[in-house]
C-alpha cells in the first residue's frame, strides 16, 4: 500500500473504476468528463499492487467572510474502492490533503459531506442549515416582467463558470477556481436546461439557471444559479413561473440570502395538498456541508466584529493530528493560544491567566466562528465549553448572517 500523487496516464482508469463502483459515473459518456475533472485540482490516491484504489481530490478556492476574503480549499471528491473500504485509506488521505491546503496557505477548507461523523474526524465541522424549496412556479408572487432568455447548453460552461464568479456573494459565500469541474458537472447533468440573460460588460452572461428537467411536468431541479442584483433575482423568478404553465413541481436549493416561502402563494395550503405527492410542495431543512479552519491567524486577522470585543484564552483540540504520517510538518491546531475579537482580532500562542478560557474542538471552533451557530448552542452540542459569562459574551459578539456556500461540490 503507497500514498502518493495522482498520476493521470497512470490512474485515470482505475479512478474510473472507483467512480463506477462508487455509483457516482454509470457509463463511458459520463467517465469522459473524469479526465477534465481530475486534470482540476490537485489529487493524492492510495494504491493496492500499484492501483488507485481510494482518491481525494481537492480543489483551490474562496470562501467570502463578511467583506474579507479567504483562501479555500475544497475537498472536491473522496472515493474508495470495493477492496479497499475500512482501510483507512479515506481518513489518512483526506488529513494529508487537509496538511496540503494548509501548507498552500488555505485558510479554511470546506466539503459537501457524504454523512455526518466521517469528517468530523479530521476536524471538520457541521455548517448551517440549508433550506431545499419544492414549490410549483405557478404559485410565484412575483409580477415584474422578464425578457425571453438566451438558451444555455453544456458548451457555456466557460459563461456559467464566469458568471458564478461574479453572482452576489453573501456570508460564506464559496468560488472554486477551476472551470474544468464546472465543465464536468455541467456534463454530469441529465436532462439539462440553462437558461440566462448576458447583460455583464461587453454582453457576458450576468445571470442564469441550470438544472435537470424531468418529463413533460417536473419535478425540475435548479442545480446552479447566479444573479448580481435584486432585478436580476427577480427576472429569474419571473421566468421561473413562467413555466408554470406546464412544469408542476421545482426543486431549488433556497436562493441564498433570500426567505423563498416569502414569494409563495398559500404556502401550507398548498403543502396540504400536495402532501406525500411527486409534486410535494415543502422546505427542508438539511446542513450537508463542513467546514474547518486550517490557518488561524489568517481567519482572526479577517475577523471584524462589532462592540467592544472579548480577549480570552483559547484551549483547542485538532483531531486531524491522530491522522497524519509522522513525516506531515503541518500537525493540526491542537494548542494553547490567546484570542482576542473584536472590530480587529488576532490569535497569538500562550495564555494568559488574567483572561477567561474557552476549551474547544477545531469543529465545534470552526462552526463558532463561521457563525454557524452561537456559542450557547455549541456548548450543548459541541465540544466547546466555558465560563457562563464567557459564553455570554461569545453571543454578544458572534452575530453573524448564516453562512451559505451558493456552490455544491
Ligand atoms: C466515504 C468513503 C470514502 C469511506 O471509505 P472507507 O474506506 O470506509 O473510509 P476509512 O477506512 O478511511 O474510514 C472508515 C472509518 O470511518 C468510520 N465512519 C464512516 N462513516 C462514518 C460516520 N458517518 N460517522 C462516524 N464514523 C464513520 C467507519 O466506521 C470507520 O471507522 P473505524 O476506522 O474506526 O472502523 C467510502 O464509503 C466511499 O467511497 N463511499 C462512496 C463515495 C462517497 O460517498 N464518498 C464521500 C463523498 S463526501
Known amino acids: 500500500m503507497t500514498f502518493r500523487d495522482y498520476d493521470a496516464q497512470r490512474d485515470l482508469d482505475s479512478v474510473k473504476r472507483i467512480w463506477r463502483e462508487c455509483g457516482w459515473i454509470d457509463d463511458d459518456d459520463e467517465a469522459a468528463f473524469l479526465e477534465d475533472f481530475f486534470a482540476a485540482g490537485n489529487t493524492l490516491v492510495a494504491t493496492i499492487d500499484g492501483e488507485a484504489e481510494c482518491s481525494v481530490h481537492c480543489t483551490p478556492g474562496t470562501i467570502a467572510y463578511q467583506e474579507e476574503t479567504l483562501d479555500l480549499g475544497a475537498v472536491t471528491a473522496v472515493t474508495t474502492s470495493h477492496i479497499s473500504r475500512k482501510l483507512g485509506f479515506a481518513r489518512q488521505l483526506t488529513a494529508q490533503a487537509l496538511a496540503r491546503q494548509a501548507e498552500a496557505g488555505m485558510a479554511v477548507s470546506a466539503l459537501g459531506m457524504f454523512d455526518q461523523g466521517f469528517y468530523d474526524k479530521v476536524g471538520f465541522g457541521t455548517g448551517a442549515y440549508e433550506h431545499m424549496v419544492h414549490f410549483d412556479p405557478a404559485n410565484l408572487k412575483v409580477d415584474n416582467g422578464f425578457r425571453p432568455p438566451k438558451r444555455l447548453t453544456t ?4 459563461e456559467i463558470y464566469t458568471a458564478m464568479l461574479g453572482r452576489r456573494k453573501g456570508h460564506g459565500a464559496v468560488c472554486l477556481t477551476e472551470p474544468r469541474l464546472m465543465k464536468a458537472e455541467l456534463n454530469w447533468t441529465v436532462k439539462p436546461f440553462g437558461l440566462g440573460y448576458y447583460d455583464g460588460p461587453g454582453g457576458t452572461l450576468s445571470h442564469f439557471i441550470w438544472g435537470e428537467m424531468k418529463g413533460e411536468h417536473g419535478p425540475y431541479s435548479i442545480t446552479w444559479r447566479a444573479y448580481q442584483n435584486n432585478e436580476q433575482l427577480f427576472e429569474l423568478l419571473a421566468l421561473i413561473k413562467s413555466l408554470g404553465d406546464q412544469v408542476n413541481s ?16 398559500q404556502p401550507f395550503r398548498h403543502n396540504r395538498a400536495t402532501a406525500k405527492g411527486l409534486n410535494e410542495q415543502s422546505i427542508r431543512a ?11 491567524e489568517s ?9 467592544p470585543g472579548v480577549s480570552m484564552n ?55 466562528w463561521l457563525g454557524v451557530r452561537p456559542a450557547s448552542s455549541l456548548m450543548i452540542t459541541d465540544r ?8 455570554k459574551s461569545l453571543d454578544a459578539v458572534f452575530h453573524l448572517p448564516r453562512p451559505h456556500l451558493g456552490w455544491d461540490f
Open 384 to 391: 466547546l465549553a466555558a465560563e457562563p459569562d464567557l459564553i
Open 286 to 296: 438539511v446542513a450537508y456541508w463542513q467546514a474547518r479552519i486550517l490557518n488561524l
Open 155 to 158: 458548451k457555456n460552461f466557460p
Open 250 to 265: 421545482i426543486h431549488t436549493l433556497e436562493f441564498g440570502e433570500l426567505q423563498l416561502q416569502d414569494l409563495l402563494k
Open 314 to 368: 483559547l484551549v483547542l483540540e485538532d483531531p486531524v493530528s491522530e491522522h497524519l504520517p509522522d513525516s506531515s510538518n503541518w500537525r493540526g491546531l491542537s494548542g494553547n493560544y490567546i484570542v482576542k475579537l473584536g472590530p480587529e482580532s488576532e490569535v497569538k500562542p500562550g495564555e494568559d491567566k488574567s483572561l477567561p478560557t474557552l476549551k474547544a474542538s477545531i469543529n465545534a471552533f470552526s462552526r463558532l
Open 299 to 307: 481567519c482572526l486577522a479577517s475577523t471584524h466584529l462589532p462592540g
